[in-house]
């Protein structure tokens, strides 16, 4: 009988970053663009990757958004409204 084969493979690894991505040129543009659209009064949807779209934009932070829909807030990166959302 034969025996069983030996594995010397290692174990696959999880790697995380600790720190989120930093956003590209084009989140920050978008980023501004939202700000100054939101200082004119003026209601901005955006759809929210994983959470689908309609959500209004109530805030920009530094590398956030807060968003709104059906009484619901939430805060996400601006990396997580894809460019051109809006």
């Not at 930093?22 to 663009?33: I, T």
């Amino acid at each position: 009988m034969t025996p069983p084969p030996n594995l010397t493979v290692a174990p696959a690894r999880l790697h995380r970053r600790t720190m989120p991505s930093q956003p590209s040129r084009v989140h920050v543009d978008q980023a501004d663009r939202i700000r100054r659209d939101l200082a004119a009064n003026e209601a901005v949807t955006v759809a929210v990757v994983g959470h689908g779209r309609g959500w209004f934009v109530t805030a920009v932070g530094d590398g956030t958004y807060e968003v709104w829909r059906d009484g619901s807030p939430l805060t996400v990166g601006w990396a997580e409204v894809p460019a051109g959302s809006i």
